[in-house]
Nanobody, 119 residues
Framework: QVNLVESGGGLVQAGGSLRLSCAAS????????MGWYRQAPGKQRELVTS???????NYADSVKGRFTISRDNAKNTVYLQMNSLKPEDTAVYYC?????????????WGQGTQVTVSS
């Protein structure tokens, strides 16, 4: 069993910053890519950013230059630094990890953390 626990969400004014964390624990042999999705009310879940085990990253156009993803492989943790936040960034943010377990790889999701940006 693998668990992903997120933290760091909250309420912030436009222009402010938040840092999300997501720690994986359990029967983990390794973790390949990790990433963050978000889902705003009435919208589909969308990919925000991802990072490979060796640190290659990609970002949605809407967050380029404002968000930064990073990871600590020793701690099985991924971070999302969000700067210059906008009201349209308001959503539930979910982390995802491609985890190597006995027998193969499985995608695990965090429980989600609410980010609300007020104008």
């Amino acid at each position: 069993q693998v668990n992903l626990v997120e933290s760091g969400g909250g309420l912030v004014q436009a222009g402010g910053s938040l840092r999300l964390s997501c720690a994986a624990s359990g029967s983990i042999l390794g973790i390949n890519a990790m990433g963050w999705y978000r889902q705003a009310p009435g919208k589909q879940r969308e990919l925000v950013t991802s990072i490979t085990r060796v640190g290659s990253t990609n970002y949605a156009d809407s967050v380029k230059g404002r968000f930064t993803i990073s990871r600590d492989n020793a701690k099985n943790t991924v971070y999302l630094q969000m700067n210059s936040l906008k009201p349209e960034d308001t959503a539930v943010y979910y982390c995802i990890a491609d985890v190597v377990v006995r027998g193969g790889t499985v995608n695990y999701w965090g429980q989600g953390t609410q980010v609300t940006v007020s104008s």
